[in-house]
């Protein structure tokens, strides 16, 4: 049945889901909320149930339909599916670059125009649309003979079952990179942990696994998305000049390309892109191993041909890679500011994500039991962008002989206090508090950190010797060091010395927000000591604040609410902000501001682009805090736009709509008018 041969109410409901879901899944950028989405839907499905005869297989209920049932047919591909040639280092990337100018002959102020696109992290596939309907999903198999895998992209929602628009070849191949995202990759496992199924290893062995099933319904329940990054055969129409020219236009057709897709003039371009995408890539909702350059224009790529299996001119440049092998030497317990006891992997140095790693955390005991370690095990190492490097899984094949289990500590292994085990918590702590030295000198870098009294100058090394050499033990020690004292201790001169004792004296004057976050009150970070301060005014109304009224305060849920007035209910901590302020320690006390006196209040802000001096919920809460409310959308009821590197529609939204718009320095500038810090 052809969706043309329909009612035409129903052709236009059919027309209207398959917009939405382009917005949604291919653009990223819904246009209407979730709840009116599914009543389109259901609308749809029971006219379809009452009418079976007139369901079109274009239809966007049809996206799960039967398994095939002898297997995968193999197929071979009309133009073979290529691999690539690597790039480990901005040399090679300019080699590459020196080989192609060559072989073009071009001279040297001629540069060759650059398409730079993430590597994607999964696998490849090619679709083939005619008349602009979808007919084959196949694997790349060999590159040469593939999978069919019609039955399973078709339930991928970012995979167009009809081609948008129009002006497309009859019959046109499209290739591109299938992968699952980073957090539906965890959710599922996590699902799978809890009932006992097999686990994938990571995101690329999971959508290789959910797009080579027999049954599609398993695939349909699999976060996967395709991005589109070539073309192959092409008959009966035409396609652009360019490769970047090209992927536009799929876009256009409803096929979803990568966000970051740039074009660079010349080699020196690329390695700006390299930067930021290094950056940018543990953010990313999906893994890259690296970023692939292509030379943009076709008439060129013709001209350099293929080596083998690989084209002359494409080629990938590959990451450090973030995951590597190496041996648990031994397993140490360290404690932290609140006591908690971690178990440490003292690891045979290994390079990892672009690092040496010699030390992975192990988080607790049950994570101990969760991967199985044993000391002396072999084990992976993952280390992504400046992420801490952590051990996720156990090579239980290659455990030797002589692997001892992990012995947990019976008292502190600092100061031998008792440890104690809170019931459903994973996490033992010591009972020592501040009696323990290690949570005397954490709780003493905490203090002084940038966020809390941001005494510079005075450093982890400088308090471990504070500490050992019992020159300070509370935090209120630190107002009362001499200079004499100081002079005493190695590498501290006479210039060093002063300055340190004026920023002591200079940063006593502090706000409500960084005394609170500086008292290292339990899971108080500083958006929340931010909100108690904003929401109290004055210290001591929060002491004397019930678990009830701190409720009420943003973010501050029961847990936290406890913490907060289990802290404020012991003595000695009340003695510590009394002693603090008797050595100097002032904050400006003032009524809080109401709600709708707030500088932002009832305005209505939109984050877009990548913003790359502070994280996007960093950018809402401050927004927030202001009074503003912070949309997903633009619309005439946006006030302001801040757009941030590679803003696309929305910020072009906002333009056509006159709506003001602040760069992302601009937004900075602003929030420090506020007194914000990023
Ligand atoms: S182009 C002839 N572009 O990398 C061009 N490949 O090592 C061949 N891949 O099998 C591919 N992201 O699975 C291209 N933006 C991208 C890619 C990409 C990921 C994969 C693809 C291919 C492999 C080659």
């Not at 129903?10 to 819904?30: A, G």
């Not at 691999?83 to 280092?89: E, G, H, Q, T």
């Not at 930021?276 to 690296?290: T, V, W």
């Not at 009224?549 to 009340?574: C, M, W, Y």
């Amino acid at each position: 049945m052809s969706v043309d041969k329909l009612p035409q109410e129903i052709q236009q409901l059919c027309e209207e889901i398959d917009l939405h879901n382009y917005r949604y899944h291919v653009l990223d950028e819904p246009t209407v909320p979730d709840a009116h989405y599914d009543k389109l839907f259901k609308q749809l499905k029971a006219w379809e149930s009452a009418n079976p005869a007139l369901v079109s297989a274009q239809s966007p209920t049809q996206r799960v339909g039967a398994r095939p049932n002898n297997g995968f047919k193999q197929i071979t591909h009309e133009m073979p599916m290529l691999s690539l040639d690597n790039a480990f280092n901005a040399q090679e990337l300019s080699d590459f670059d020196l080989r192609l100018r060559e072989r073009l002959g071009l001279n040297a102020d001629k540069d060759i125009e650059y398409a730079c696109e993430p590597k994607l992290d999964g696998i490849a596939v090619s679709l083939l649309y005619e008349n602009g309907l979808l007919i084959r999903g196949a694997t790349r198999g060999d590159g040469a003979v593939g999978e069919d895998i019609t039955h399973n992209v078709r339930t991928i929602p970012s995979i167009p079952l009809k081609l948008r628009g129009s002006g497309y070849p009859q019959k046109l191949e499209v290739r591109g990179e299938i992968y699952m995202l980073k957090a539906g990759f965890e959710a599922m496992n996590a699902k799978a942990q809890r009932s006992g199924d097999k686990t994938f290893v990571n995101p690329r062995n999971a959508a290789a696994g959910s797009i080579r099933q027999l049954d599609p319904r398993i695939t349909a329940t699999r976060p996967l998305e395709m991005c589109c990054y070539s073309i192959g055969v092409v008959e009966g129409g035409e396609v652009p000049a360019d490769h970047y020219a090209t992927l536009q236009l799929l876009n256009q057709w409803g096929l979803k390309i990568n966000p970051h897709l740039l074009k660079s003039t010349g080699i020196t371009d690329t390695i700006s892109y390299i930067e930021k995408m290094q950056q940018l890539r543990s953010q990313l909702p999906y893994e890259i191993d690296g970023l692939v350059f292509k030379v943009n224009n076709f008439t060129l790529q013709q001209r350099l041909g293929f080596i083998s299996r690989a084209p002359r001119w494409a080629i990938a440049y590959k990451f450090p890679a973030q995951e590597q092998i190496t041996q648990v030497e031994k397993v140490e317990f360290q404690v932290g500011r609140t006591g908690a006891i971690t178990p440490v992997a003292r690891l045979t140095p290994v390079f990892v994500g672009g690092v040496t790693v010699s030390n992975a955390t192990l988080h607790n005991m049950d994570e101990i039991d969760r991967l199985q370690l044993k000391v002396g095990d072999w084990v992976v190492v993952h280390r992504a962008g400046d992420v801490i490097p952590k051990v996720v899984r156990v090579i239980q094949d290659k455990r030797p002989d002589d692997a001892a289990e992990v012995e947990f500590p019976d008292g502190c292994p600092v100061c031998q206090s008792a440890i104690v085990k809170i019931e459903g918590e994973a996490i033992s702590r010591c009972s020592g508090g501040l009696t323990c030295a290690a949570q005397r000198k954490e709780a003493l870098v905490h203090y002084v950190s940038k966020k809390a009294l941001d005494i510079d100058g005075l450093g982890e090394k400088l308090i471990d010797t504070l500490v050992s050499k019992e020159m300070v033990a509370k935090f209120d020690d630190i107002y009362y060091l001499s200079k004499v004292n100081l002079m005493r201790l190695e590498r501290m001169g006479d210039k060093s010395v002063d300055k340190l004792l004026a920023t002591i004296e200079r940063t006593k004057k502090t706000s409500l927000e960084k005394f609170i976050y500086a008292l290292g009150i339990r899971e108080v970070g500083e958006a929340t000591a931010r909100n108690l301060a904003n929401e109290f005014g004055f210290l001591q109304r929060i002491i004397d604040a019930s678990v009830e009224r701190l409720e009420q305060v943003t973010d501050v849920g029961p847990i936290v609410a406890k913490h907060i007035v289990s802290f404020f209910a012991q003595t000695h901590n009340l003695q510590v902000i009394d002693s603090l302020r008797s050595a100097g320690v002032t904050w400006p006390e003032a009524e809080p501001i109401a709600e709708d006196e707030l500088l932002l209040a009832g305005k209505v802000y939109v984050l877009t682009g990548t913003l790359e001096q502070m994280g996007r919920s960093e950018a809402k809460a401050h927004l927030q805090e202001m009074g503003a409310k912070v949309a997903g959308s633009v619309s005439k009821k946006t006030d302001c736009v801040v757009a941030g590197a590679a803003a696309g529609s929305k910020l072009k939204k906002a333009e056509d709509l006159g709506i003001e718009v602040l760069t992302e320095q601009q937004f900075v500038d602003f929030l420090r008018t506020q007194g914000i810090e990023i």
